[in-house]
């Protein structure tokens, strides 16, 4: 995943995970729990998000479905246009 990104754009995210079904690459905001944007790994490698419309501090996730275990997290800064 890239360092920033524009607001409203949206991004591809390379993933080497078990990519199990219902795995997830997610766009959460930072210390939140619900993402803002998701794909599923299985799907799409790399998988394509959907930046938020905020500009702030944001952290891409892979997550395990099966027990939400997060194997990897990247920050990510969003920027106004």
Avoid at 8 to 14: D, L, N, P, Q, R
Avoid at 57 to 67: A, F, G, I
Wanted: proline share 7%; glycine share 6%; charged share 20%.
């Amino acid at each position: 995943a890239p360092e920033t990104a524009i607001a409203g754009s949206e991004i591809e995210v390379a993933h080497d995970g078990p990519e199990y079904q219902n795995d997830l690459v997610t766009i959460t905001e930072v210390g939140a729990r619900r993402y803002t944007s998701y794909a599923y790994a299985h799907r799409d490698n790399p998988a394509v998000l959907k930046v938020p419309d905020t500009p702030g501090d944001y952290v891409v996730r892979y997550v395990m479905n099966q027990s939400g275990r997060v194997l990897v997290a990247k920050p990510l800064t969003v920027l106004a246009e």
